[in-house]
């Protein structure tokens, strides 16, 4: 029995032959290319239905200079980071706005020298349309990487040391001062923080709205941690803040997975919340509502950050011109405080 012949895939020109327009007019609707009539656009989208037709990526690439892909860019190495709730909610965000597109989405992570050492080839390769950048240390080797190679960049929060032409992020610091101001305001005044890493804007900002909204309250900031944004980092800051400052009556951490540590940490120690201690957090997650008891925290919309990145990145491959984004934070109160 001889074996079927695989069936020829379409070409452009019968495209355009079953639509009854030019082939440049084609070319044009399947490449999602403005100024084309609607008469033009539901003719050639009814002819590429019927044939079955489907563009070659590869002619696609060569005759529109792109690659249809961007890369959302990491400064870690852990693949766990995705398994994070904050970096899922990201992603799914991202792949929201990239669902509606041609464009698909390449994960790197960057940090080690031979992440970044591949990242370089892929960028100077051309492998890439775009770069969303995101989790900056001070002074962290990708922003040169990535300003060295000519191509639009979008920054997910904001670096240390400099301010990017192109960035989304939340309101850091006015949402730390939210959490802080609600501690002072029921009547908490030994409030101490967890921080996250203070090489990083996001924990340097957060930390900076903790101690002005003391000061602006007329108290003397408590007492802060460092911690890594984790849940165990989270515990370990909070032991070490009991053992310092026993007498302590409020916590703000700067993210939920360090305040659901802390509350672990107190509820093991016989410390009830919030009539002991009252707690705070950052970020909003799902497990927010799930902690004993359930955390009141500063809300940031995690997927509008990443809707957005995305959304300027496309528009600069597209040559319009964007405008930075910082996104509000607001304070849900629950149980903790």
Known sequence: MTAEAPRRQPTLDEVAERAGVSRSAASRVINKAPHVSRATRAAVERAVKELGYRPNRTARALATQRTGIVALVVSHDDPELFADPFFAQVIVGVSAVLEDTDFHLLLCLASSGRGRSRLVNLLHAGGVDGVMLMALRDEDPLNDIVSKAGLPVVYGGRPVNFEPRWFVDSDNLGGARLATEHLVGIGRTRVVTITGQLHTRVGEDRYRGYR??????????????????????GAEAMRALLDRHPDLDAVFAASDNMAAGALRVLNDLGRSVPADVAVVGFDDLR??????????????????????????????????????IILPTWLVRRGSA
Do not use: C, N, W
């Not at 909204?213 to 007329?218: D, H, I, L, S």
């Not at 902690?291 to 809300?299: A, E, K, Q, R, S």
């Not at 940031?300 to 959304?311: F, H, N, V």
């Not at 528009?315 to 930075?324: D, H, Y």
């Open 212 to 233: 002005e909204a003391m000061v602006m309250a007329g108290l003397t900031p408590y007492g802060m941690a460092e911690a890594d944004f984790t849940e165990a980092g």
């Open 287 to 324: 497990l927010a509502g799930l902690t004993d008891p359930p955390l009141t925290t500063v809300h940031q919309s995690i997927q509008a950050l990443g809707k957005e990145m995305t959304q300027a990145l496309l528009g600069l491959i597209a040559g319009q011109e964007r405008t930075s």
